[in-house]
């Protein structure tokens, strides 16, 4: 593969919401990244409440254990808006790209032995092979991770130069 190929894709957004936000990876409170801290913040929040409503049986050695649900409720609390944060940030970003592919004009993949350069209106970013570090396929998208990451949904492409995309990052790309 000496010669440079070029591949054009038709990026619509639809095809990349649906990757980018599928399951509940948009959710703030449910994202893969949030579910576990939320479901913590409420059982220690449920355990506070009934110790709150029961703290008149406990004796006054006991009241310290009543403060220390109450801290680690204000930790849990702590942590998931923290990890709300980081889901909201990253889904600023994903619209923030997105918008960008909804308008663009020239949306292509430029590959030889050498060099992987995407370019987005004339925006090009330019990798070398060694640069990657990491690629999966699916039926829906291929994912390549490292200088930059890319995820480019199968729909926005032929099916000849998906398979052939396939075929050259395997090739390229050693994990």
């Known amino acids: 593969m000496s010669e440079e190929k070029v591949i054009v894709l038709q990026p619509k957004r639809k095809d990349f919401e649906e990757i980018y936000f599928s ?20 059982v220690v929040g449920l355990i506070l409440l009934i110790m709150f409503f029961f703290k008149d049986d406990f004796t006054k050695e006991k009241s310290g254990i009543l403060y220390f649900v109450s801290f680690l409720f204000l930790l849990c609390a702590v942590f998931l808006s923290v990890s709300i944060n980081k889901v909201s940030r990253w889904k600023k970003q994903v619209n923030h790209y997105l918008n960008k592919l909804e308008n663009c004009k020239i949306y292509e993949i430029r590959f030889d032995d050498n060099f992987f350069t995407v370019n987005i209106d004339n925006e ?18 291929i994912s390549v991770e490292g200088k930059y990451s890319y ?10 130069d998906y398979s052939y995309l396939k075929q050259v990052l395997k090739k390229n790309i050693t994990e």
């Open 151 to 160: 995820m480019l949904p199968r729909k926005s492409m032929s099916e000849k």
């Open 23 to 42: 399951g509940k990876q948009g959710s703030l409170f449910f994202s893969s990244t949030t579910k576990g801290k939320m479901i913590t913040t409420i």
């Open 124 to 141: 090009k970013e330019t990798s070398e092979w060694k640069d990657f570090n990491y690629y999966d396929s699916n039926n829906e998208f």
